[in-house]
């Protein structure tokens, strides 16, 4: 019956296509999709990995002890400071949990980390932190006798820790780069630059935003197995037996006793034995600060999901057999860096057949005009950067639970590629079901990936509370200053 029929899909708009970009894309799904049997290939070494990562000889995966030595019941009680160093932000907050199961009440304030404190020196870093710490109390707390206070620190650069109030900085990230605090305990110094303004504050655990997930989630859901950030970078992080742990076992803990293991799997297969690199894969390694580093990181990452599209219009563009963008300027186009994950979210959120929205993104941030069939390969391309970044992320989870032989569990996931980059969750799932097998029949995700609670805050404010309650209870493994808890 005429005008009955379905509007065409955009797939179909496919016909409009010129011949050389339509095989442009065909190129692009073939060298971007990552099928279920691979995934599972990659999950598999993945496990292997894992387990390489907690031997005593390592790995590639540092699988670092975090010294934190169970879940939260839920229960815990009492007022415990957070400090939360960032790239761009320092947060203080204080939280209060209170005797309802799950509940918290935090009071934060936010200071803004000078770039110049990013390459002064140790002194001045720790003054500023501090400062920010007394203006907190004392804005709080005015004219009130305070005794010790608690606080757990979320330091989130890699470290190496032999306790929980202790971290030695392995090398500084984010833009950092002071002398004289890279291969030393970062927690003196810390404490001493405290001192010296009176504040009374103990330093009873360091730890990583990852860690601080999967503390902070579990608080508020038991379900909770495994925290995961997905954002500029990507790390996971999960509780193990302490006989699980071949590297800590000159300790003699008991075995089954827990400990939660910050993975920093963003290292995973840097020997490229299993990942499914393309060209465009192995230029951003080559042209990056730390080639043959964190190469899952590089696939799945939100500071490299931008890069990889942009490398790709630019390869297409040069080729002479590909007629894109031309007798444009690409200049803007050709600045390494200069499209971050946010792009290809924007580009995969229009929501109109047109893609105009698209359309002025490109001639706003690039200064070209598409043609629709231009629109049309981008959009494409997004799409399948964005999703084999998500399936990709689903093989870590998946390893760990098949290490620990996990059936059905919670994740706690944050990060900014989690919570913004449309159709993340989704894909991820998709790939989850895809790995383990799920039962056709199965309409629940058995492995539920939801929003994380704040691991940076909460987290380091709980894992205070818990190593507190260590102290109290005898259980000294991995704490250093235990005399100057009580």
């Not at 800590?248 to 690199?277: K, T």
């Not at 290490?403 to 989690?418: N, P, R």
């Amino acid at each position: 019956m005429p005008g009955s029929r379905k509007p065409p899909s955009r797939r179909g708009s496919m016909a409009d296509m010129p011949k050389d970009l339509r095989e442009q894309i065909m190129r692009l799904e073939e060298i971007f999709t990552v099928d279920q049997q691979k995934l599972k290939k990659i999950t598999d070494h993945f496990v292997s990995e894992l387990e390489k990562g907690l031997s005593v000889e390592g790995g590639n995966i540092p699988m670092n002890p975090t010294w934190v030595m169970s879940f939260p019941t839920g229960y815990e009680t009492g007022t415990y400071l957070a400090l939360d160093m960032g790239g761009t932000n320092l947060r203080v907050c204080e939280v209060e949990l209170p005797e309802e199961k799950g509940e918290f009440d935090i009071i934060q304030s936010k200071y803004r980390m000078p770039e110049e404190l990013k390459t002064g020196t140790s002194d001045e870093l720790w003054e500023y932190i501090a400062d920010c710490i007394q203006q907190f109390i004392e804005y709080h707390h005015e004219g009130e006798k305070l005794s010790k206070l608690h606080l757990g620190f979320t330091f989130s650069y890699p470290a190496t820790q032999d306790y929980i109030d202790h971290g030695v900085l392995q090398r500084w990230t984010k833009g950092f780069d002071i002398d004289g605090v890279e291969g030393k305990d970062v927690v003196p110094m810390f404490e001493a630059a405290l001192a010296r303004r009176g504040v009374p504050i103990k330093t009873t655990a360091l730890i990583n935003d990852t860690t601080g997930t999967l503390i902070a989630s579990a608080y508020a859901d038991d379900k909770m197995k495994i925290g995961c950030i997905f954002g500029t970078g990507c790390n996971a992080a999960y509780m193990e037996d302490c006989g699980s742990v071949p590297k800590i076992r000159h300790l003699n803990l008991p075995a089954d006793m827990p400990i939660a293991i910050n993975c920093e799997y963003g290292s995973f297969d840097n020997e490229h034995v299993v990942l499914p690199l393309n060209q465009y894969d192995i230029i951003i390694d080559r042209d990056s600060p730390r080639p043959g580093q964190q190469a899952f990181e590089k696939m799945i990452a939100g500071l490299y999901l931008g890069e990889i599209f942009r490398l790709v219009l630019v390869d297409l563009h040069d080729n002479k057999d590909v007629h894109i963008f031309e007798g444009q300027n690409i200049e803007k186009l050709r600045k390494a860096y200069t499209l971050d994950a946010s792009f290809l979210s924007l580009i995969e959120e229009d929501p109109f057949e047109n893609l105009s929205e698209t359309a002025d993104l490109f001639s706003t941030k690039l200064s070209l005009d598409c043609t629709k069939p231009e629109l049309e390969l981008c959009r494409r391309l997004a799409e399948l950067i964005g999703t084999r970044a998500a399936r990709l992320s689903a093989c870590g989870v998946a390893a760990i639970c098949k290490k620990k032989s996990i059936e059905s569990c919670h994740v706690g996931a944050d990060g900014s590629v989690f919570n913004k980059y449309p159709h993340f969750k989704a894909r991820g799932t998709q790939a989850l079901r895809e790995i383990l097998d799920w039962p056709k029949t199965s309409r629940k995700d058995l492995i539920d990936v939801r929003a994380a609670e704040d691991g940076s805050g909460v987290g380091a404010a709980l894992v205070a509370a818990l190593t507190l309650k260590r102290v109290k209870e005898g259980n000294l493994a991995g704490i250093r200053d235990a005399a100057g808890m009580t």
